[in-house]
Structure formats: C-alpha cells, structure tokens
C-alpha cells in the first residue's frame, strides 16, 4: 500500500513538473509510461544510446585525475604514486575519483625489436606494470595514453596499425582506461581508426574504459557512442576564461546524444592551475557537472589550495554530475548583454533539476530563471538547495527564483518540486 501511495505522489510531480522527458526517460522511468508526450523538448534525450558500446562501464560520467594540464611531459612513476596517495589522503577518491591516468609522453622515442612500445626508463625505471599493481593496491584504477596514427602529439610512436599488440601490452601491464589521441592521422577518417582499438581492447578479455579524443572535428557524438565511452567535443582546454566558457558552449550542442554508457567530453579540468580566478574555476566545475562532463582533475593534487580543494571535493556537486538518470544538463536560457546572463539546467533522478545561473558578464549582477524555461507549471512549488553554500535557500519558490551572481560566477541548485500551490489554475 505504502508504495502505491508513493509511486502515486511521484507521478503527480512528474505530471505537474512537465519537464521534457523524452524516449529514453519515459522507457527507464517505472512511474511515466502513462504520460502522454512530452510538452517541451529542452531535455530532449532522444539522440542518446542508438549503438552505445557494450563495455559496461562509465555508468555515470569518469572521474580521476590525469597528468596532461599540469605536467604535460614532465612526469615520473614518482609522480603518479604521489598522485595516487594524495586521491587517498585528501579523500579525493572516495568522493569517486578513481582513475589516475597517464598522458602522452610515456614512452620510449622508438618500439623495440619486436615492435612493442617501451616505457622510458627515465620516467619509468620500475615500469608500468609496477606503478599499476601500486595503483590497484590503494583501490585505485590506471589509465595510459596513446594515438589512432603514427605518432602520438609529443611524437611518441602511435598506435594506427599496432592496436591488437598495444592493447595486449596495456592489458597484461593492468590498465583500466586508455585515452586515444588523434595526432599524424594520416587522414584517414575517424570512423576507421577508432574502431581496431575498441575491438583491440574488448579482445583482451580486460574490462577497459575507451576515451576518445579526436577534438570534436568529426562531430564524434553522432558516431562514437558504439566506439568509445567518452568522445572528446572540442580543441584542448586552456586554463583561462575565454577558452573554458567557448568549450563549454561547443560541448552543449551535443546534450542528446550523451547518456550512461557514453558521455561527451569538453576535455579535462583545470580548477587549481592558476589561469582562473575562484570564481570561474566555480563556474567551470559547476558547468562540467552539470553537463555530465568526465570529471578528471588537472593540478597537482599534492599541492592544492584550499580553494581547490573546496571546489573539486564539493560533494552535492558531483553528486548531480553522477547522477543515475544520466541525462546532460544544458544552457536553456541566455538574456542581458550578449546574452550573458545565463541559465543552465537539466533533470535528475527522483523528480528533481539541477538549475545553473552564470554570469559571464564582467560586473555582479541578478539572474532569474523562471519555472517556463525549465519545463514546470508555474504555480509548481519549488524547494531551492543551494550547492555552494550546502544549504537550503528556499523552500516555497513559486514562478521563478532569482538569485545574486558574482562576476563570471555561477550558482547551482537542485530545485525538488513539492507540489502545485492551491491557488493553481
Ligand atoms: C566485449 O564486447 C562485448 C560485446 O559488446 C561485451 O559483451 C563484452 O563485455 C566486451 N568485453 C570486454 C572485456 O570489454
Ligand atoms: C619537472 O618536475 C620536477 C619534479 O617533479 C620539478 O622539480 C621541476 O621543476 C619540473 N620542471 C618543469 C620545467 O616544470
Ligand atoms: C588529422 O589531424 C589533423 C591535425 O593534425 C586534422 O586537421 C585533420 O582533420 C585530421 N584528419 C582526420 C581525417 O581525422
Ligand atoms: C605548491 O603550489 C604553490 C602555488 O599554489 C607553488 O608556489 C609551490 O611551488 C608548490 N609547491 C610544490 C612543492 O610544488
């Protein structure tokens, strides 16, 4: 009986809230199949999951840390043990970071006689082997790098044609995730590189996570979901402003066709390397979470700031970006000067939405987001938690709900209907 009532309640919620949930929502959703369709389509999901890869994994978007943004090639096997104890020590990985990932730069200039890639010995004397059974010890996962062409970026040997004896190596050395780059391509075309190294690592028999990154050329979000986990949208990310919200925007044409199983990837985190103030590295990881983005830390875990550390360890934050129902948030309404005062949002399980108010105008300012642009009735009644400040900063929204924004500052919330008011039309 009990749960009848409470189903009950949940599809009165779901029915006053008319937020757009579309195919895939309704299908997984026990308490939709009776709705009729959708009334809006800003959470269209109808693109996600035509071919997604049969893996297993990235359930929910992949999280770790990787060594690109702040070592580039300057890395040791000292450092990437260093990382791992600082993802325990700090409590990093029980918050769910746990891949620690290895970028180019690896290995040996040349492959061996055999024609096998060697790790450099300068960087890593114990070899990988070692560093992953070290790695797997502390409850952690390693990830390693390398290219669909001749060379890797650094002009490291690439993996095109090489695929069944790379993967094999990575297999029997204990890697969890490869990260595949896109450098001396030989033009040919993605949709032929890519594939070798799937079927490569699925015939490993080890469960390995597949990143793509092939920079967004070929619009990889309508082909890569039955190739990759995770399919790279854009450019490398640079650590400014300018670079973070243009990626950002790129990275939100794609919203329909990520979901768990395959995700879109606006590229790595750069909270805590220095190129942005606290406030745009707030916006980044808010907009990275809530656009279901890889959350792969870039800094240097060893030595984080406070800030830093309050920014990637926010719990409510990550808990949207690994949220169950898996659908990408995205920008539904741009007003003010250039369009910059902005409001992302986008569903969660249980009812709820995670609703974003950024400012990327260059002066403080008041942002209002009202219920029609998220797909509620406006005389729904809203309880607003705030994500930064981890406290409830409503509990009777009714119609809209506006909110104070620092410059180039965004606010993140989980709005929970309660219930339409009486007075509802
Ligand atoms: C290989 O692919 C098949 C088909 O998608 C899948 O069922 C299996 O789990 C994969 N194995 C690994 C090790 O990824
Ligand atoms: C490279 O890394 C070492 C040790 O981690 C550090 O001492 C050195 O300053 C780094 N060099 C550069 C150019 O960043
Ligand atoms: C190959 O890489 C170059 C950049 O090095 C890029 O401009 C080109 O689009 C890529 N070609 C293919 C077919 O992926
Ligand atoms: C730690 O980070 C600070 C900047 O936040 C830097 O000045 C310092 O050199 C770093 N220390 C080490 C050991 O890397």
Sequence with gaps: MAKITANFATACYLYVMSVAVTARVLSEHPYLSGLEKPITNIFDTSNYGILQLGNGLAKTPQMGWNSWNFFACNISEKVFKETADALISTGLAKLGYEYVNIDDCWSEL?????????????????????????????????????????????????????????????????????????????????????????????ATGRTIFYSLCEWGLNDPALWAGKIGNSWRTTDDIKDNWES?????????????????????????????????????????????????????????????????????????????????????????????????????????????????????CSKITTITVNWATLGLKSSTIVSVRDLWKHELVSLDSVSSFTATVDTHGCEIYVFTPVKVSSSSS
Excluded at 141 to 155: E, W
Excluded at 290 to 299: D, E, Q, T, V
């Design 244 to 360: 973070m919200t243009t990626i950002a925007d790129l990275n939100d044409k794609w919203a329909a066709y990520a979901g768990p199983g395959g995700w879109n990837d606006p590229d790595m985190l750069e909270v805590g390397n220095g190129g942005m103030t606290y406030h745009e590295y707030r916006a980044h990881f808010s907009i990275w979470a809530l656009m279901k983005a890889p959350l792969l830390i870039g800094c240097d875990v060893r030595n984080m700031t406070a800030e830093t550390f309050e920014i990637i360890s926010n719990e409510e934050v990550i808990a949207v970006n690994q949220d169950p129902l898996g659908v990408q948030g995205r920008k539904v309404y741009a007003y003010g000067p250039d369009g910059c005062y902005q409001v992302w949002a986008g569903p969660l399980s249980g009812s709820r939405l995670v609703v974003a108010l950024w400012n990327r």
């Design 110 to 202: 040349v492959r061996d006689s055999e024609g096998q890639l060697v790790p450099d010995s300068g960087i890593f004397p114990s070899g990988v082997k070692a560093v992953a059974d070290y790695v797997h010890s502390k409850g952690l996962k390693l990830g390693i790098y390398s290219d669909a062409g001749t060379f890797t970026c650094q002009v490291h040997p690439g993996s095109l044609g090489h695929e069944h004896d790379d993967a094999a190596r990575f297999a029997s050395w204990g890697i969890d995730y490869l990260k595949y780059d896109n450098c001396f391509n030989l033009s040919i075309k993605p949709e032929e590189r890519y594939p070798p190294m799937r079927d490569a690592l699925n």
